[in-house]
């Protein structure tokens, strides 16, 4: 029986229930799952200052119940971990920007067209999101 590695990516700053459900939503579709933490640079070009550092980040994700094993993403070509990882799917957060066709089209043109792409389902409660955690503590420091 051959085993199912999987594969999530993501910021991971402040741990929060979305992070969770997108994890076990991951983890359910094989047999390992594989998670690729950003690292502070990649996280600065593309979204806001880390608040937890990187080695931070990936020793709390490797924590995690759902997780076989985090490690650290690196500047450049994603494709080059996704070679290193070798998934059999990755699962994209319900969030995340990027296109599922454009990802397809992406592995295809780097000969990784046999890698099948997912995406999590999305979770409802009211802290889902790194950006409303923040917010909610702004608010609250206006208040003191």
Request: glycine share 6%; net charge negative; proline share 3%.
């Amino acid at each position: 029986m051959t085993m199912v590695r999987v594969m999530a990516s993501g910021v991971f700053d402040l741990i929060h229930t979305g992070h969770v459900s997108y994890l076990e939503q991951a983890r359910k579709m094989g047999d390992e799952l594989i998670v690729v933490v950003a690292c502070d640079e990649t996280v600065r070009k593309n979204k806001h200052e880390p608040v937890t550092p990187e080695n931070m980040r990936v020793r709390i994700v490797d924590s995690l119940k759902p997780v076989d094993r985090a490690i650290l993403g690196k500047e450049g070509n994603m494709f080059d971990v996704v070679r290193e990882i070798t998934p059999d799917i990755i699962v994209l957060g319900f969030d995340q920007a990027f296109s599922e066709d454009d990802l397809r089209k992406g592995l295809e043109k780097n000969g990784l067209g046999h890698i099948k792409v997912a995406r999590a389902a999305e979770y409802a409660e009211d802290l889902t999101a790194t950006r409303r955690i923040i917010e909610k503590i702004r608010k609250l420091e206006e208040w003191s």
